[in-house]
C-alpha cells in the first residue's frame, strides 16, 4: 500500500500524523510512505529523518495522486477537498458530526473514511485517549491563564493562597477529558467539582482523588447552581461520532462571575456551550455576557511534539495492519478498525453521525455481507 502523510494546514497546527519510525516499520513490511515536504518540521522532524527512514519527499499534488491512503491528523479543509480522489481511503480525526460539507464531499467522491475519534476497542477509544489526556491535562492550564486580570479574567488564582480560598472549577463529563482535567486541578489545589450522567464514573473519580474531588449528577439544575461560582468551566462530554449536547445556555452565562473562563474540549464536535464556536491558537478567546471563551479544535496542537509522539504511537499498529492486508479486507476482519468507519462507498455508516445531521444510516455489516 502506499501512505500518503500531507503537511497539516489548520492554522497553529503543527502534528504530524507519522514519525520516521512509524516509515521505517511501514518499510518493513513492504510499504511505501510518501511525505508531504516539511511535514513533521513542526513537531521536530526533518525531511531528512524521513528520507533516511525511507519514505519518499514529494509535493503535495502528487502525494493525494499517488497515495492509497491519505493520513493525517485533522480534517481535509476545503483546499484540500479537490485533491481527494474517487474512492480513496482516509484515516484522521473527522469530527464530522458539525461539518456537513465535508460530509457530503466524502459520500460524494465514496471515500473511504476513517475517523480517529470513532474507532473502538473494548468499550474504549484508543485513538482518540491520547489527545483528549492532552487536551484535558492542557484545561486548567489555560484556564488559569486566562484568568489572570490582564488576560480579561476574574483575578482569582486558581490555586489561592495562604488565608484565601483557592478558585473553584467545574468540569460538565468525567471520561478522559474530565478526568485529567481533574487530576490536574486537584493537583494544584483548585476546588473541584466533576459532573457526569453515569453514576459508575464519578464513583471512580471519588476513588482515584479520594474526596479530593466532589462528584454531582450531570442535570440542568446542577449546572445551573454551581456554574454561578466557578471561575474555570471545563466542557469535556463526549458523543463518539455526533453532535455534542448543548448544556450551557447563554442565559447561565448571564448568571457567571465576569471575568470567569469557558473552556469548551468538546468543540471540535461541536461544543457543550450554545455560544461556543471553534477559534485557533493564533486567536483563541472571546468574550460573551461577559465570560472568557476558550474554544480551540485542535487543543493538543500547541504541543506538537508530545502530541504527535503520543497519538502516532496509538495509530501506527492499526496503520500497519490496514496497510497490510487493505482497506477491504481490514475493515472485514477487524471490528475495531470498522468501528473507526464514517463514510464508505457513498454512505454514511456511523449511527451517530447519520442521526446528528438527519442523514440516512446504512449499515456497514449490510454492505460488507458480515
Known amino acids: 500500500m502506499i501512505t500518503g502523510v500531507p503537511k497539516e494546514i489548520k492554522k497553529e497546527e503543527y502534528r504530524v500524523a507519522i514519525t520516521p519510525a512509524g516509515v521505517e516499520e511501514l518499510k518493513r513490511d513492504g ?20 528520507i533516511k527512514a525511507g519514505a519518499d ?8 495522486k499517488e497515495s492509497d491512503l491519505i493520513v493525517k491528523v485533522k480534517e481535509p479543509l ?7 480522489r ?45 489527545m483528549s489526556e492532552i487536551a484535558g491535562r492542557m484545561a486548567p492550564i489555560i484556564g488559569s491563564y ?9 483575578g482569582v488564582l486558581p490555586t489561592g493562597a495562604s488565608g484565601v480560598k483557592p ?7 468525567a471520561g478522559v477529558v474530565g478526568t485529567n482535567a481533574a487530576h490536574i486541578c486537584a493537583g494544584i489545589g483548585i476546588d473541584t467539582t466533576v459532573m457526569n450522567k453515569g453514576i459508575e464514573r464519578l464513583q471512580k473519580i471519588d476513588e482515584v482523588f479520594m474526596g479530593k474531588v466532589k462528584t454531582l449528577s450531570l442535570t440542568v439544575l ?20 455526533g453532535r455534542t449536547p448543548i448544556l450551557i445556555t447563554r442565559d447561565m452565562l448571564r448568571t457567571m462571575k465576569r471575568g470567569a473562563v469557558i473552556v469548551d474540549v468538546s468543540i471540535d464536535q461541536g461544543g ?24 480551540v479544535a485542535n487543543m493538543p496542537g500547541a504541543y506538537p511534539r508530545t502530541s504527535t509522539l503520543a497519538l502516532t504511537n496509538a495509530t501506527l499498529p492499526y496503520l500497519k495492519a490496514i496497510a497490510s492486508k487493505g482497506l477491504e479486507k481490514a475493515i472485514t476482519e477487524d471490528p475495531a478498525i470498522r468501528s473507526a468507519l464514517n463514510t464508505y462507498k457513498g454512505e454514511v455508516v456511523h449511527k451517530a453521525l447519520a442521526d446528528s445531521m438527519g442523514i440516512a444510516h446504512k449499515s456497514i455489516n449490510e454492505l460488507l455481507r458480515l
Open 86 to 130: 474517487v474512492g480513496q481511503g482516509i484515516f484522521t480525526f473527522l469530527h464530522l458530526a458539525p461539518n456537513l460539507g465535508l460530509t457530503e464531499l466524502l459520500i460524494n467522491k465514496k471515500i473511504t473514511a476513517l475517523g480517529y475519534e470513532t474507532l473502538e476497542k473494548d468499550g474504549k477509544f484508543p485513538l482518540l485517549s491520547p
Open 57 to 64: 519527499i514529494v509535493q503535495r499534488d502528487i502525494l493525494f
Open 167 to 173: 478558585g473553584k472549577a467545574l468540569i460538565l463529563g
Open 272 to 295: 457543550c456551550v450554545e455560544t461556543a464556536r471553534p477559534t485557533t491558537h493564533d486567536n483563541p478567546i472571546y468574550e460573551v455576557e461577559g465570560v472568557i471563551h476558550y474554544t
Open 146 to 154: 486566562y484568568l489572570q486580570k490582564i488576560n480579561g479574567g476574574d
Open 222 to 241: 446542577n449546572i445551573r447552581e454551581e456554574i454561578k461560582d466557578a471561575d474555570i468551566v471545563i466542557g469535556a462530554i463526549l458523543v463518539p461520532g
Open 31 to 50: 510499504h511505501k510512505t510518501l511525505i508531504e515536504n516539511g511535514a513533521g518540521e513542526g513537531s521536530g522532524f526533518s525531511d531528512n529523518e524521513y
Open 78 to 84: 476545503p483546499s484540500e477537498y479537490d485533491l481527494l
